[in-house]
């Protein structure tokens, strides 16, 4: 009978744990297996292979999904301007899928009986990678021993320590999750409600001062090109992006939530990239949409941010909301000019020869050019009919001054 085991690993203290656990006291063969997202350098990738040999690994792999994510994934919320509360662009939310899903056919590639996670029993992700196993393999065993044993971090590491691991701990203080659609942060802080993140605790460091102009142009709704450089890829344009705008720590912010399980839970991150690039697109869309395609935008946006939020994705209903956010987007292409501060940046404006704004039919406040006065009065009179109907019927439903 086979004993190997897929842990999904991410190379922290969480899934260190798990390798070592599974060995010694599970008795299993454990082949360590990292969903990359593009939230990893060359050399991170190494540092994170190396760590899972010498936790003892029978080997390891780096599944590299990152286009397959952006474009089942990342392009719709983006199409879809997903920011989760108004507040989070989904950052670990949606990768999760991506990222298990790959686990499943790596593992039945080397014919594992078994797939282990890390997720604790108190969050999303124990939800996303379970899930997305038992839909997909529903002959593979899952094993959670972080979510079993309800294990805390320090007991984690006297385990580890106990067993001649030696690492910084003190690095292992924040748990944190990168891709290339934002970082997750945890720590001690996030756990309460009255304070936030220290600066130390955020991957990217502020290393600008003062100010610069940024240009983003959308073909269709994708981004494809930063400062005039054109990008065949769109993943290559966020990223540079993101290398932009982290510079100067834009992005930052802590997100409050209900969770999958039913109580509220409390994250940082930091999205530079994913925070400009929506909220540009979102800008371009007001110019070249119409009032109610960006309405039924919102609505469905919100539901498909949702949805994903809470493993949904493999929901049929969200390839039929993907198919109206593509086709939403003919018309939206153009140039959006952002200006970039540390910790902060501010939309300029756009360029767009889809832009309804300088259509010519008249200006805002000012000068109407194809209508006159007699054509507003009637348009007022008739919108105005309803209404009195309503309250010469049933009399007016709100206070209209007179003598009290």
């Known amino acids: 009978m086979s004993k190997k085991v897929v842990l999904a690993f991410s190379g922290g203290l969480d899934t260190s744990f798990c390798v070592k656990y599974l060995k010694e006291e599970k008795g299993l063969e454990v082949y360590s297996a990292l969903g990359n997202t593009g939230g990893f350098?060359?050399?991170?990738?190494?540092?994170?292979?190396?760590?899972?040999?010498?936790?003892?690994?029978?080997?390891?792999?780096?599944?590299?999904?990152?286009?397959?994510?952006?474009?089942?994934?990342?392009?719709?919320?983006?199409?879809?301007?997903?920011?989760?509360?108004?507040?989070?662009?989904?950052?670990?939310?949606?990768?999760?899928?991506?990222?298990?899903?790959?686990?499943?056919?790596?593992?039945?590639?080397?014919?594992?009986?078994?797939?282990?996670?890390?997720?604790?029993?108190?969050?999303?992700?124990?939800?996303?990678?379970?899930?997305?196993?038992?839909?997909?393999?529903?002959?593979?065993?899952?094993?959670?021993?972080?979510?079993?044993?309800?294990?805390?971090?320090?007991?984690?590491?006297?385990?580890?320590?106990?067993?001649?691991?030696?690492?910084?701990?003190?690095?292992?203080?924040?748990?944190?999750?990168?891709?290339?659609?934002?970082?997750?942060?945890?720590?001690?802080?996030?756990?309460?409600?009255?304070?936030?993140?220290?600066?130390?605790?955020?991957?990217?460091?502020?290393?600008?001062?003062?100010?610069?102009?940024?240009?983003?142009?959308?073909?269709?709704?994708?981004?494809?090109?930063?400062?005039?450089?054109?990008?065949?890829?769109?993943?290559?344009?966020?990223?540079?992006?993101?290398?932009?705008?982290?510079?100067?720590?834009?992005?930052?912010?802590?997100?409050?939530?209900?969770?999958?399980?039913?109580?509220?839970?409390?994250?940082?991150?930091?999205?530079?990239?994913?925070?400009?690039?929506?909220k540009a697109h979102h800008l371009l869309e007001k110019h070249t949409l119409t009032k109610w395609q960006l309405y039924w935008k919102e609505q469905l946006g919100n539901w498909y941010g949702m949805l994903l939020h809470e493993a949904q994705y493999l929901e049929p209903v969200m390839r039929d909301i993907e198919a109206f956010l593509e086709h939403s987007q003919t018309n939206v292409s153009g140039d959006v000019i952002l200006k970039l501060h540390p910790y902060r940046f501010e939309l300029v404006g756009i360029r767009s020869e889809h832009d309804l704004m300088n259509s010519g039919f008249g200006d805002y406040g000012e000068v109407n050019k194809e209508w006159d006065g007699d054509d507003v009065k009637g348009f007022t009179k008739l919108m105005s009919n309803y209404l009195k109907i309503f309250n010469k019927v049933n009399g007016f439903g709100v206070e209209t001054g007179g003598e009290g």
């Not at 080997?59 to 990342?74: A, E, Q, S």
């Not at 298990?100 to 594992?112: E, L, T």
Request: glycine share 10%; proline share 3%; charged share 25%.
């Open 41 to 278: 350098s060359d050399e991170e990738l190494e540092i994170i292979e190396k760590g899972a040999f010498s936790l003892g690994v029978e080997d390891h792999v780096n599944l590299d999904v990152t286009g397959l994510y952006y474009r089942n994934c990342i392009r719709y919320m983006i199409y879809g301007n997903v920011l989760k509360n108004n507040t989070y662009p989904l950052s670990v939310s949606s990768e999760r899928i991506f990222q298990a899903m790959a686990i499943v056919d790596y593992a039945r590639k080397i014919g594992a009986k078994y797939i282990a996670h890390g997720s604790t029993g108190a969050g999303n992700d124990q939800i996303r990678f379970d899930l997305t196993f038992q839909i997909l393999a529903p002959e593979i065993e899952i094993i959670t021993p972080i979510r079993d044993l309800t294990l805390s971090r320090e007991d984690e590491i006297e385990y580890l320590k106990a067993r001649g691991v030696n690492k910084d701990w003190t690095k292992m203080a924040y748990s944190i999750n990168k891709g290339i659609w934002g970082t997750s942060v945890g720590g001690k802080e996030t756990l309460t409600t009255d304070q936030n993140l220290p600066e130390e605790a955020y991957p990217s460091q502020l290393q600008k001062e003062g100010s610069e102009d940024m240009v983003l142009t959308f073909n269709k709704g994708e981004l494809s090109a930063v400062n005039g450089e054109q990008f065949a890829n769109p993943v290559d344009a966020i990223r540079k992006v993101e290398t932009l705008g982290s510079a100067y720590a834009i992005g930052r912010d802590t997100h409050v939530g209900d969770t999958i399980i039913g109580i509220k839970g409390r994250v940082g991150f930091e999205a530079a990239g994913p925070m400009m690039i929506i």
